[in-house]
C-alpha cells in the first residue's frame, strides 16, 4: 500500500461546499476521506455520492447504534452508496448482524472500540470497571468474532490488539497528531510514525490537515513521514 493511501481525511466540516474545496485542494495526495455526523446532516449523502463518482475512497463514520434489524438495514443501504468503511457501535448480536449485511457489497463494517477522547477517569464514570486496554480488547474481540473487517481504535491499543487478534484485523487508527500538533480533544493520540510502528493499517487525520494554513504542504509533509517509515 503506497503511504498517502494509508491517510484517511477527515472531512469535519459543516458545509459540503467547504468539503469539497478541500477535496479538490488535496487532488493527487489524498484519495480516501471520512464523513461522519457533521458533514453528513449538513448534506453528506450527496457528498458521498459525489466522492465515491469520482473514484474516492469513503469511510462513512456514523456510528450506527440500533436495534439489530435497524442496523443491518442501515448497513445494507449504506452499501449501496458505494462506501469502503463504515462504523458501527454495541453488542455482539449488533455487530453480527452489521457484518451479515456487508457479506458481498464490498463494504467493511468497523466495529467501534472506545474514543479518543475518553481516557481511564472517563470509562470509571460511565461505569466500566476495568481498563481502557481491557475495554477496547473486549470490544475487538467482539468485532472479529461477529465478522466484522476491523475496528476503530486509539493508536495506543493498536500493538496490544495486533499482538493478542493478528494480522487480520483491520485496524483504523484517530487520533493522529504529528509531533507538535495540538492535540485537540483527543486523550490517547500519537503521531503516524508511532501508529504505523504499533501495527495501524489506516490513518485518520483531519485537523493537521484540513484547518492547516496549506492543506496540500500539510498531507505532503505527512504522507513522507510515513514515507520514511516504511
Known amino acids: 500500500m503506497k503511504a498517502s493511501e494509508r491517510i484517511i481525511c477527515a472531512l469535519d466540516l459543516d458545509e459540503p461546499a467547504k468539503a469539497w474545496q478541500m477535496v479538490e485542494s488535496l487532488a493527487g495526495r489524498i484519495s480516501f476521506y471520512k464523513v461522519g455526523m457533521l ?11 459525489r466522492l465515491t463518482g469520482q473514484g474516492h475512497r469513503v469511510f462513512l463514520d456514523l456510528k450506527f447504534y440500533d436495534v439489530p434489524d435497524t442496523v443491518a438495514a442501515a448497513v445494507r443501504q449504506a452499501a449501496t452508496m458505494g462506501v469502503n468503511f463504515l462504523t458501527v457501535h454495541g453488542n455482539k448480536e449488533i455487530l453480527q448482524r452489521a457484518g451479515e449485511a456487508a457479506v458481498g457489497t464490498g463494504l467493511k463494517v ?12 472517563d470509562i470509571r ?16 474481540q467482539w468485532a472479529l468474532e461477529a465478522g466484522c473487517a476491523g475496528v476503530v481504535a486509539s493508536p495506543r491499543e493498536a500493538s496490544l490488539l495486533r499482538q493478542r487478534l493478528g494480522p487480520e484485523l483491520l485496524l483504523v487508527t484517530p487520533g493522529i497528531r504529528p509531533a507538535g500538533s495540538d492535540l485537540g480533544t483527543h486523550k490517547r493520540a500519537a503521531t503516524p510514525r508511532q501508529a504505523l510502528q504499533a501495527g495501524a493499517d489506516y490513518l485518520v487525520i483531519g485537523q493537521p490537515i484540513t484547518r492547516a494554513a496549506d492543506p496540500r504542504a500539510a498531507a505532503k509533509k505527512i504522507i513522507q513521514e510515513i514515507e520514511a517509515f516504511s
Open 39 to 49: 458533514l453528513y446532516l449538513a448534506g453528506g449523502g450527496e457528498m458521498v455520492r
Open 110 to 121: 468497523l466495529g467501534v472500540t472506545v474514543l479518543t477522547s475518553l481516557d481511564q477517569a
Open 125 to 140: 464514570e460511565l461505569g466500566f470497571p476495568c481498563s481502557v486496554e481491557e475495554l477496547v480488547l473486549r470490544r475487538a
